[in-house]
């Protein structure tokens, strides 16, 4: 049985700063599950959810890159609700950075850690997800990892361009998982990766294995006594599989 996303993962010198950084961005609920981990999810949400992606922030110890392959898009509702988004952003201790985008409608930006976001124009696409649009991962092939996750989750696939894939949850809500291919992709490490739930019924090694016969790979950088699985995609992106529920 295939996995579902449940929620995006992004590690954080101060977990704290910026979990509340990202709270008040998105105007969800912070919450701590353990010492070193903060839980972000709208208002009267029960995890998991099939409409849409929650936030854990993990501290992890200082001095790793923030360059990655993945970033969040952010939704608005008309530009004026874009430009006011922005403003308050600013406000909370984002910044306005260049990563060569040229002249676009959207607005690019990084929080207090420098982790790079978007805050897009209104887009029809978008006008269901809630806050977080979709989660965008630069990769060199983007057939083969359309295929992989393809069949590793449950999501459908929405759009299917030769540079552009796009899931989203059989529901028809909720944010979009998106991969784009480019001629350099963002380096690793990773600081934002992807974490899928298996069904009931399916433990999470049991799950990993699968999905490593569709083509990820394991690593070793969970904890032996850890819940989950960390396992790398075919192009070296990290994700983990948490325990059945």
Not at 56 to 66: H, I, S, T
Request: with cysteine; aromatic share 8%; charged share 25%.
């Amino acid at each position: 049985m295939a996995s579902r996303p449940v929620q995006v993962n992004l590690t954080a010198e101060d977990e704290l700063a910026l979990g509340a950084f990202w709270a008040a961005a998105l105007d969800w609920e912070s919450d701590s599950e353990a010492p070193g981990i903060i839980n972000l999810m709208p208002a009267g949400l029960t995890w998991p959810s099939p409409d849409a992606l929650t936030m854990d922030l993990v501290r992890v110890p200082a001095g790793e890159p923030a360059r990655y392959r993945s970033h969040l898009d952010l939704a608005t509702r008309s530009l004026e609700h874009q430009a006011r988004w922005v403003r308050e952003l600013l406000d909370l201790g984002a910044r306005r950075v260049d990563v060569g985008q040229g002249e676009v409608p959207w607005e690019v930006l990084a929080d207090p850690e420098g982790n790079v976001f978007c805050v897009l124009e209104p887009r029809p696409e978008y006008a269901t997800t809630g806050p977080i649009a979709a989660v965008v991962t630069e990769c060199s092939d983007v057939a083969g990892l359309k295929a992989f996750y393809a069949a590793a989750t449950d999501w459908v696939l929405v759009d299917d361009e030769e540079d552009f894939v796009s899931f989203r949850s059989p529901s028809g809500v909720g944010p979009f998982v998106e991969f784009l291919q480019v001629p350099e992709p963002g380096r690793f490490p990773t600081r934002l990766h992807l974490d899928l739930k298996a069904y009931p019924g399916s433990s999470a090694r049991e799950e990993a294995a699968r999905l490593e016969a569709l083509g990820a790979r394991p690593t070793d950088t969970a904890p032996a006594e850890a819940s989950w699985v960390t396992l790398l995609d075919p192009e070296g992106n990290e994700f983990c599989v948490l325990a059945e529920g």
